[in-house]
């Protein structure tokens, strides 16, 4: 199995641009977690999905964050426009409900905002 | 409100030695898992090893193993014959609770702990 693959690992961008991020889950896996990591507030959910439904956005940040899984292999989450304090390292994991509740994570995405 | 504490930030090890790394964390539930993640400097987050609440014995993964003490809410993580490469951010997760008749898919992490294991 190929694991949890994300695009691009890097991405260097300006102020006010778009970003889009590119997450492909572990094939069979029914949900997709969408997290931010930052020294100064670690590792947070921003959202999931189950069966490609959103279930809980209660952590993404504001407006210029969004999210999508069109199907069952594909999410992205896109930042518009980009400020210099969305820069982080963003992760997608899948799970799937078997009742242990664990996830596994993508290799991540580092953003850069200047 | 669901926590998960990892009390010490940082420690080190010389390579070869056991080290344990302490978790302890709050819920009301009686029935539920326990992970520890690790975080290599190539920022990669994996799966360690998983505990069930309800099993009494506890999870070995070759040279990882937990100290499970259900009623003290404390589930830590022995590493024995530390390797340079386990050299990492260790975190402690459980899944949130969202009512309560039942938790979610939702993993509550702790803060991290920094493992140096020294040559």
């Known amino acids: 199995d190929a694991g949890v693959i994300q695009s691009p690992r890097h991405e260097v961008t300006e102020m006010g641009q778009e970003v889009t991020l590119r997450c492909k889950p572990i094939s069979g896996h029914d949900y997709l977690f969408w997290y931010r990591q930052t020294m100064m507030r670690g590792l947070e959910l921003l959202i999931y999905f189950n069966n490609n439904v959103p279930i809980d956005d209660s952590g993404m940040p504001e407006d210029r964050f969004s999210a999508k899984m069109p199907n069952a292999s594909f999410s992205t989450l896109k930042i518009q426009p980009s400020e210099p304090r969305d820069s982080a390292v963003y992760f997608c994991?899948?799970?799937?409900?078997?009742?242990?509740?664990?996830?596994?994570f993508g290799p991540g995405t580092r953003l850069t905002v200047t | 409100a669901q926590t998960v504490t990892q009390s010490q930030p940082e420690m080190s090890v010389q390579e070869a030695e056991t080290v344990t790394l302490s978790c302890t964390y709050d819920t009301s539930e009686s029935n539920y898992y326990l992970f520890w993640y690790k975080q290599p400097p190539s920022r990669q987050m994996i799966l360690v090893i998983r505990?069930?609440?309800?099993?009494?014995q506890n999870a070995t993964e070759n040279r990882f193993s937990v100290n499970f003490q259900k009623a003290a809410k404390s589930f830590s993580l022995k590493i024995s014959d530390s390797q340079l490469g386990d050299t990492a951010m260790y975190f402690c997760a459980f899944p949130h609770q969202e009512t309560p008749q039942g938790g979610s898919e939702k993993l509550v992490f702790g803060k991290g702990m920094k493992l140096t294991v020294n040559p």
């Open positions: 505990q069930e609440a309800y099993k009494q």
């Open positions: 994991a899948s799970g799937k409900r078997v009742s242990s509740y664990e996830q596994y």
